[in-house]
């Protein structure tokens, strides 16, 4: 039985068995009986350091869903993560971080970027998403938006549609005003030249 720990673009998580590229927390988001029906509770977040981390770290082996542990949600590749609001992890993936910290034009403690970060992506009290508007052309490469027909990415100057199983054909990026999933302070960081993890068929 697949668990809900698969992140899409637009925030939702979804009980599905694609499996994801990287890893991501947010605190326990899941009861003490999880690990048996796979569910999550009503909450989306515990903590602002929403995180993006590598499957395989120090040979590190986690039990998913366990009690009084963090929830282990796992995203398609890194540009699903930043659309859904995380960040590199600075442990596991060190030469990331510094670069998108670098690349969003941040210089003081992490806790302070995390506080802009969320502020930027979450709804409070409702566990949605934010959403910002901006012309289709202006957005850099490694940005999602939402479409008519579902969340897509910007990447070597065509729109990829994506659906939970992955990118669908190409298509042409159309000018215009659309709706932006990637938070703002991300957006800086992919504009200034952080390149993120693409899995493209």
């Known amino acids: ?13 979804l009980a599905i068995p694609t499996r994801g ?7 326990v988001l899941h009861d ?7 569910q999550l509770t009503h909450r989306r977040w515990r903590h602002k350091a929403w995180v993006c981390c590598v499957l395989d770290f120090k040979n590190r082996r986690r039990t998913l869903m366990a009690p009084n542990r963090y929830t282990e949600l796992f995203f398609y590749d890194e540009s699903v993560a930043l659309a859904a609001g995380h960040r590199p992890c600075a442990e596991c993936r060190r030469a ?3 670069a998108f910290l670098s690349a969003a034009g941040h210089t003081g403690k992490v806790a302070q970027f995390d506080g802009q970060l969320h502020a930027a992506r979450a709804i409070p009290r409702t566990f949605g998403q934010y959403r910002q508007t901006a012309d289709a052309h202006s957005l850099p490469a490694g940005a999602f938006i939402l479409t008519d ?4 990415l910007i990447w070597q100057d065509a729109l990829h549609p994506f659906a939970p199983t992955g990118y669908g054909p190409p298509r042409s990026v159309r000018a215009g005003v659309v709706k932006v999933l990637t938070p703002a302070p991300t957006l800086k960081a992919l504009h200034a ?9």
């Open 1 to 13: 039985m697949p668990r809900q720990n698969r992140v899409q673009p637009t925030g939702d998580v």
């Open 21 to 27: 590229a990287f890893l991501g927390n947010r605190g």
């Open 149 to 152: 027909t579902g969340p897509a």
């Open 96 to 98: 990331d971080y510094t």
């Open 32 to 38: 003490e009986d999880a690990h048996e029906h796979g």
């Open 193 to 201: 030249g952080y390149v993120p993890t693409v899995r493209l068929r």
